[in-house]
């Protein structure tokens, strides 16, 4: 083979000039230095419950958005639409995200919400599980030893408080409330669930039915399972967190959602679960049923 000196040469200073060349160049305005971000956004209602989120300087690579519901910040659009169908306060925060996935700024601005959307309105009472009086609207279901389920209030940064439950020895335990419904209408399901620990051989169910539930038996409502986690079924092993219309059950026959009244009256959101070793627990806040027409 023959290599001489001078390929040697011309070969080490090229491999070194290509190992010189910067992946950005900070400060020329492309928006992928991580540095200091502008994240400011603006607010405009559109209409009744509705906003349009507006990033003011739009030179970087992602924004991420938290609306103050509980479910944390997830990857959205420089100009978002968001609907917001319960009165209230929200703390609606921005990221702008730069070049390695890093937070280069975060900016927050309070929505006030003062009228309830008249079909989307969220039914569930006490959803949210921020005091005694939240904690009371809801009635746990004993049904055994091994499992229990624990409200707690707001702590740290969190501004909602919990329902947390437990198992071990493949125990559980349900809790449930009674929802007004009309004939013809559909519902939508849905709830922030979290677990800092991942849980080993566990179901956790949501069930909704006219029938009314028994106590110290399992309910069941009409059959049919809106949300699931479940470990058999690929979800819940690992520490999770966010809605469980997007981290429950893959099977969609176990994670729809959608329940249809088929008369006016008193319906049952039954919310249960159990397992083997739910180790820390499967937590739920901000549980809503929102009708959808």
């Not at 090229?14 to 950005?24: G, I, T």
């Not at 739910?278 to 049923?289: A, L, Q």
């Amino acid at each position: 083979m023959n290599i001489n000196l001078k390929q040697i040469l011309f070969l080490g200073l090229s491999l070194s000039a290509l190992s010189c060349v910067p992946d950005s160049v900070d400060g020329d305005g492309n928006g992928l230095a991580p540095g200091n971000l502008d994240a400011a956004f603006t607010v405009a209602e559109t209409s009744a419950n509705h906003y349009k989120l507006t990033a003011k300087d739009q030179s970087y690579l992602v924004s991420r958005w938290n609306l103050g519901d509980g479910s944390g910040f997830y990857n959205g659009k420089m100009v978002e639409d968001i609907f917001l169908p319960d009165a209230g306060v929200y703390q609606v925060q921005h990221q702008a995200i730069g070049q390695g996935g890093i937070v280069g700024g975060t900016a927050s601005q309070t929505v006030t919400v003062a009228v309830p959307d008249p079909v989307a309105g969220n039914l569930v009472q006490g959803g949210k599980f921020l005091d005694a009086a939240d904690w009371s609207k809801w009635t746990i279901n004993n049904t055994g030893p091994g499992a229990q389920w624990v409200f707690t209030g707001p702590s740290g940064n969190d501004p909602f408080g919990k329902a947390t439950l437990t198992a071990t020895d493949s125990a559980g335990q349900g809790i449930y409330q009674a929802i007004q419904v009309v004939a013809g209408r559909k519902y939508n399901i849905d709830m922030v669930a979290s677990s800092t620990s991942g849980c080993v051989d566990t179901w956790f169910e949501v069930y909704c039915g006219y029938n009314v539930p028994i106590p110290g038996s399992d309910y069941n409502g009409d059959g049919t399972v809106y949300r699931s986690i479940n470990t058999w079924d690929g979800s819940g092993k690992e520490p999770f967190s966010g809605k469980i219309s997007i981290i429950g059950a893959v099977n969609p026959s176990k994670n729809s959602g959608i329940f249809t009244a088929t008369q006016n009256g008193t319906v049952y959101l039954g919310i249960r679960g159990g397992g083997a070793d739910m180790k820390d627990g499967i937590s739920i806040t901000n549980v809503e049923f929102r009708g959808t027409n």
